[in-house]
Protein backbone atom coordinates (compact mmCIF):
# COMPACT_ATOMS: atom_id res chain seq x y z
CA UNK A 1 0.00 0.00 0.00
CA UNK A 2 1.17 3.47 -0.48
CA UNK A 3 0.10 6.25 1.65
CA UNK A 4 -0.76 10.19 0.63
CA UNK A 5 0.17 12.49 3.98
CA UNK A 6 -1.50 15.90 3.69
CA UNK A 7 -1.22 17.60 6.85
CA UNK A 8 -4.00 20.73 6.64
CA UNK A 9 -4.57 24.11 9.10
CA UNK A 10 -7.35 26.00 7.97
CA UNK A 11 -7.43 25.08 4.20
CA UNK A 12 -11.04 25.26 3.25
CA UNK A 13 -9.84 27.75 0.31
CA UNK A 14 -7.29 25.31 -1.49
CA UNK A 15 -8.74 21.75 -0.39
CA UNK A 16 -10.87 20.90 -2.85
CA UNK A 17 -8.28 20.89 -5.70
CA UNK A 18 -5.86 19.58 -3.32
CA UNK A 19 -8.12 16.13 -2.34
CA UNK A 20 -8.93 15.96 -6.64
CA UNK A 21 -5.03 16.05 -7.57
CA UNK A 22 -4.02 13.42 -5.41
CA UNK A 23 -7.28 11.35 -5.92
CA UNK A 24 -6.39 11.11 -9.54
CA UNK A 25 -3.06 10.64 -8.72
CA UNK A 26 -3.38 7.62 -6.85
CA UNK A 27 -5.73 6.16 -9.82
CA UNK A 28 -2.68 6.09 -12.04
CA UNK A 29 -2.63 2.95 -14.40
CA UNK A 30 0.75 2.57 -13.59
CA UNK A 31 0.32 1.98 -10.26
CA UNK A 32 -0.88 -1.54 -11.67
CA UNK A 33 -3.69 -1.39 -8.84
CA UNK A 34 -2.00 -1.06 -5.86
CA UNK A 35 -3.88 0.54 -3.03
CA UNK A 36 -3.23 3.78 -2.25
CA UNK A 37 -4.80 5.86 0.92
CA UNK A 38 -4.75 8.69 1.26
CA UNK A 39 -4.66 10.86 5.23
CA UNK A 40 -5.79 14.13 5.97
CA UNK A 41 -4.67 15.37 8.96
CA UNK A 42 -6.86 18.45 10.26
CA UNK A 43 -4.39 20.08 12.41
CA UNK A 44 -6.49 22.97 14.69
CA UNK A 45 -8.77 23.71 11.98
CA UNK A 46 -11.93 26.34 12.53
CA UNK A 47 -13.28 26.30 8.84
CA UNK A 48 -14.74 24.18 6.95
CA UNK A 49 -11.72 22.04 6.40
CA UNK A 50 -13.11 18.85 7.87
CA UNK A 51 -16.66 19.16 6.01
CA UNK A 52 -14.62 19.45 2.64
CA UNK A 53 -12.87 16.12 3.88
CA UNK A 54 -15.50 14.36 4.37
CA UNK A 55 -16.85 14.60 0.52
CA UNK A 56 -13.72 12.79 -0.48
CA UNK A 57 -12.87 8.81 -0.31
CA UNK A 58 -9.63 9.48 2.55
CA UNK A 59 -8.95 9.27 5.63
CA UNK A 60 -8.97 11.81 8.34
CA UNK A 61 -7.17 12.36 11.42
CA UNK A 62 -8.04 15.14 13.92
CA UNK A 63 -5.47 16.98 16.43
CA UNK A 64 -5.15 20.12 18.47
CA UNK A 65 -1.31 20.44 18.28
CA UNK A 66 -0.55 23.86 15.73
CA UNK A 67 2.65 22.04 14.84
CA UNK A 68 3.28 20.59 11.24
CA UNK A 69 5.92 18.30 12.78
CA UNK A 70 3.25 16.23 15.04
CA UNK A 71 0.64 16.68 12.31
CA UNK A 72 2.92 14.69 9.47
CA UNK A 73 3.97 12.21 12.29
CA UNK A 74 0.78 11.44 13.73
CA UNK A 75 -0.18 10.37 9.99
CA UNK A 76 2.56 9.24 9.44
CA UNK A 77 2.69 6.58 11.89
CA UNK A 78 -1.29 5.74 11.12
CA UNK A 79 -0.04 5.19 7.46
CA UNK A 80 2.65 2.67 8.53
CA UNK A 81 0.45 0.50 10.96
CA UNK A 82 -1.80 0.66 8.12
CA UNK A 83 1.15 -1.13 6.10
CA UNK A 84 2.51 1.37 3.98
CA UNK A 85 5.17 0.68 1.95
CA UNK A 86 5.98 4.25 0.50
CA UNK A 87 4.69 7.65 2.12
CA UNK A 88 4.14 10.38 -0.09
CA UNK A 89 3.77 13.90 1.17
CA UNK A 90 2.22 17.03 0.39
CA UNK A 91 0.05 19.96 1.54
CA UNK A 92 -3.12 21.27 1.35
CA UNK A 93 -2.26 24.14 -0.55
CA UNK A 94 -0.93 22.10 -3.48
CA UNK A 95 -1.60 20.49 -6.47
CA UNK A 96 0.27 16.88 -7.43
CA UNK A 97 0.40 15.68 -11.11
CA UNK A 98 -1.43 12.81 -11.98
CA UNK A 99 1.97 11.04 -12.28
CA UNK A 100 3.07 12.03 -9.05
CA UNK A 101 3.33 9.11 -7.15
CA UNK A 102 4.48 7.16 -10.60
CA UNK A 103 7.09 9.24 -10.96
CA UNK A 104 8.30 9.13 -7.15
CA UNK A 105 8.35 5.15 -7.31
CA UNK A 106 10.13 5.42 -10.33
CA UNK A 107 12.94 7.05 -9.36
CA UNK A 108 14.35 3.47 -7.08
CA UNK A 109 15.58 5.98 -4.22
CA UNK A 110 15.04 5.21 -0.93
CA UNK A 111 13.57 9.03 -0.35
CA UNK A 112 12.49 11.48 -2.74
CA UNK A 113 13.56 15.09 -2.53
CA UNK A 114 10.80 16.99 -5.80
CA UNK A 115 10.43 20.50 -6.68
CA UNK A 116 7.54 22.58 -6.50
CA UNK A 117 6.22 25.23 -9.44
CA UNK A 118 4.61 28.13 -8.17
CA UNK A 119 0.93 28.14 -9.94
CA UNK A 120 -0.17 31.92 -9.27
CA UNK A 121 2.07 34.73 -8.07
CA UNK A 122 0.66 37.18 -5.16
CA UNK A 123 -0.21 40.61 -6.37
CA UNK A 124 2.49 41.61 -4.31
CA UNK A 125 5.21 39.17 -5.61
CA UNK A 126 5.94 42.03 -8.66
CA UNK A 127 8.45 40.96 -11.54
CA UNK A 128 10.98 42.37 -9.92
CA UNK A 129 10.65 39.42 -6.59
CA UNK A 130 10.11 36.56 -9.48
CA UNK A 131 13.08 36.83 -11.35
CA UNK A 132 14.86 36.79 -8.15
CA UNK A 133 13.33 33.74 -6.91
CA UNK A 134 13.73 31.99 -10.03
CA UNK A 135 17.38 33.34 -9.94
CA UNK A 136 18.01 31.15 -6.65
CA UNK A 137 15.44 28.11 -7.62
CA UNK A 138 16.74 24.95 -9.13
CA UNK A 139 14.03 23.83 -11.25
CA UNK A 140 16.33 20.65 -12.47
CA UNK A 141 17.48 17.42 -11.40
CA UNK A 142 20.16 17.31 -8.57
CA UNK A 143 18.66 20.20 -7.26
CA UNK A 144 18.95 20.95 -3.33
CA UNK A 145 15.58 21.95 -2.59
CA UNK A 146 13.61 20.09 0.17
CA UNK A 147 9.70 20.90 -0.08
CA UNK A 148 7.21 19.02 2.38
CA UNK A 149 4.92 19.72 -0.45
CA UNK A 150 6.80 17.11 -2.52
CA UNK A 151 8.31 14.59 -0.41
CA UNK A 152 8.36 11.03 -0.94
CA UNK A 153 10.18 8.36 1.40
CA UNK A 154 10.29 4.35 2.11
CA UNK A 155 8.65 2.74 5.19
CA UNK A 156 12.04 1.59 5.91
CA UNK A 157 14.25 4.61 5.09
CA UNK A 158 11.32 6.45 7.43
CA UNK A 159 11.93 4.16 10.53
CA UNK A 160 15.77 4.50 9.86
CA UNK A 161 15.43 8.44 9.86
CA UNK A 162 13.45 8.63 13.24
CA UNK A 163 10.69 9.99 12.15
CA UNK A 164 9.32 13.68 11.81
CA UNK A 165 10.07 15.63 14.84
CA UNK A 166 7.88 17.81 16.39
CA UNK A 167 8.84 21.28 15.25
CA UNK A 168 6.79 23.74 14.02
CA UNK A 169 8.45 24.31 10.85
CA UNK A 170 11.48 22.57 8.62
CA UNK A 171 10.52 18.90 10.36
CA UNK A 172 10.56 18.13 6.30
CA UNK A 173 14.40 19.23 6.38
CA UNK A 174 15.82 17.54 9.44
CA UNK A 175 14.21 14.51 8.60
CA UNK A 176 15.92 14.79 4.89
CA UNK A 177 19.20 15.56 7.29
CA UNK A 178 18.51 12.01 9.10
CA UNK A 179 18.32 10.16 5.99
CA UNK A 180 21.49 11.81 4.74
CA UNK A 181 22.88 10.64 7.85
CA UNK A 182 21.58 6.94 7.80
CA UNK A 183 23.03 6.83 4.27
CA UNK A 184 20.02 6.54 2.59
CA UNK A 185 19.75 7.12 -0.98
CA UNK A 186 17.88 10.08 -1.74
CA UNK A 187 16.86 11.15 -5.52
CA UNK A 188 16.93 14.73 -5.70
CA UNK A 189 14.83 15.03 -8.59
CA UNK A 190 12.40 17.43 -10.54
CA UNK A 191 10.32 14.77 -12.24
CA UNK A 192 7.69 14.33 -9.38
CA UNK A 193 5.76 17.47 -10.24
CA UNK A 194 3.87 19.96 -7.76
CA UNK A 195 2.35 23.13 -8.13
CA UNK A 196 1.86 25.20 -4.77
CA UNK A 197 0.74 28.09 -3.44
CA UNK A 198 2.22 31.28 -3.30
CA UNK A 199 0.32 32.95 -0.74
CA UNK A 200 2.00 35.15 1.78
CA UNK A 201 0.16 34.60 4.80
CA UNK A 202 2.29 31.50 5.46
CA UNK A 203 0.41 28.67 7.79
CA UNK A 204 3.75 27.54 9.32
CA UNK A 205 5.83 30.44 10.60
CA UNK A 206 9.43 30.08 8.37
CA UNK A 207 8.00 27.77 5.72
CA UNK A 208 7.81 28.40 2.09
CA UNK A 209 5.35 31.42 2.39
CA UNK A 210 7.66 33.01 5.06
CA UNK A 211 10.83 32.89 2.63
CA UNK A 212 8.76 34.05 -0.48
CA UNK A 213 7.38 37.03 1.89
CA UNK A 214 11.09 37.70 2.76
CA UNK A 215 11.94 37.55 -0.71
CA UNK A 216 9.99 40.19 -1.74
CA UNK A 217 10.89 42.84 1.16
CA UNK A 218 14.55 42.27 0.22
CA UNK A 219 13.55 42.97 -3.63
CA UNK A 220 11.37 46.22 -2.00
CA UNK A 221 14.43 47.15 0.15
CA UNK A 222 17.02 46.69 -2.86
CA UNK A 223 14.93 48.97 -5.11
CA UNK A 224 14.48 51.74 -2.28
CA UNK A 225 18.14 51.82 -2.03
CA UNK A 226 18.19 52.36 -5.91
CA UNK A 227 15.59 55.28 -6.02
CA UNK A 228 17.95 56.95 -3.36
Avoid at 18 to 47: M, N, Q, W, Y
Amino acid sequence: MIGILIPAHNEEDLLDACLSTALRASKHGLLAGEPVEILVVLDSCTDRSAQIVSQYPVACLSIEARNVGQARAAGARILLERGARWISCTDADSRVADDWLVAQLGLGADAVCGTVTVERWHESFDEAAQIRYHSHYQACDGHRHIHGANLGISADAYRWAGGFEPLACDEDVQLVRQLELSGANIAWSHRPQVHTSARLDSRARGGFGDYLHKLVQITQKKADQIDL
